[in-house]
């Protein structure tokens, strides 16, 4: 595992996540993501992925095929997601931000962004999790950001763990970093209730 954001974000979503399962990659990218999600849940499992941008999704494509793995892709925003994924869901990624290498103006949104979360919560089994990775130091980084941590801390602490991962060495306020909600198993109690 890479210590970094992303690498930790993946070893939470591997622990979460069994063959057959279904998951989604909120913001699809470059398709790693997908990929990774892909390989993870196995030919009999589902992964959604969106973006808003084509070459996003076509180069996910090219990346999945190049594997042999597939998944279904949407040219639509995560906020869509409520409406192809139902509950049962084992895991959601976000890697929030833009497109590296692409029109930097075009980005997630916190007014995107946050019904999204809130969805994919909703539709979250037992056991399941939510990795969000935030970019603040750019336009619209920040506040998405700041909003992602206020929607994480204000979460039931008795339904969800949400934590807050980031480098200690890392520059603050511009650096990269990594909030997990996971939901937390409900135990029957001695008495069975």
């Given at each position: 595992m890479k210590p970094d954001?992303?690498?930790v974000a993946r070893a939470l979503v591997a622990g979460w996540v069994l063959p057959g399962d279904t998951v989604v990659d909120a913001t699809v990218g470059n398709g790693h993501d997908t990929l990774f999600l892909a390989k993870l849940v196995g030919p009999t499992g589902r992964v959604v992925g969106f973006d808003v941008q084509a070459a996003a999704l076509a180069a996910t494509r090219q990346r999945?095929?190049?594997?042999?793995?597939s998944?279904?892709?949407?040219?639509e925003s995560h906020a869509a997601l409520p409406g192809y994924v139902g509950p049962g869901l084992a895991a959601a990624m976000f890697n929030l931000g833009y497109l590296p290498g692409a029109n930097k103006a075009?980005?997630?949104r916190r007014e995107e962004t946050l019904p999204a979360l809130a969805a994919a919560l909703g539709l979250l089994r037992p056991g399941g999790g939510i990795t969000i990775v935030c970019y603040p130091g750019h336009e619209g980084g920040d506040a998405e950001a700041d909003a992602v941590i206020a929607w994480a801390a204000g979460l039931p602490p008795k339904e969800y763990c949400a934590v807050r991962c980031h480098g200690l060495n890392a520059a603050p306020g511009t650096a990269a970093?990594?909030?997990?909600?996971?939901?937390?198993p409900r135990?029957?109690?001695?008495?069975g209730r």
């Open positions: 954001p992303l690498g999945l095929q190049a594997a042999g793995q998944a279904e892709l949407h040219e075009v980005t997630t970093f990594l909030i997990a909600v996971s939901s937390i135990k029957p109690r001695p008495d």
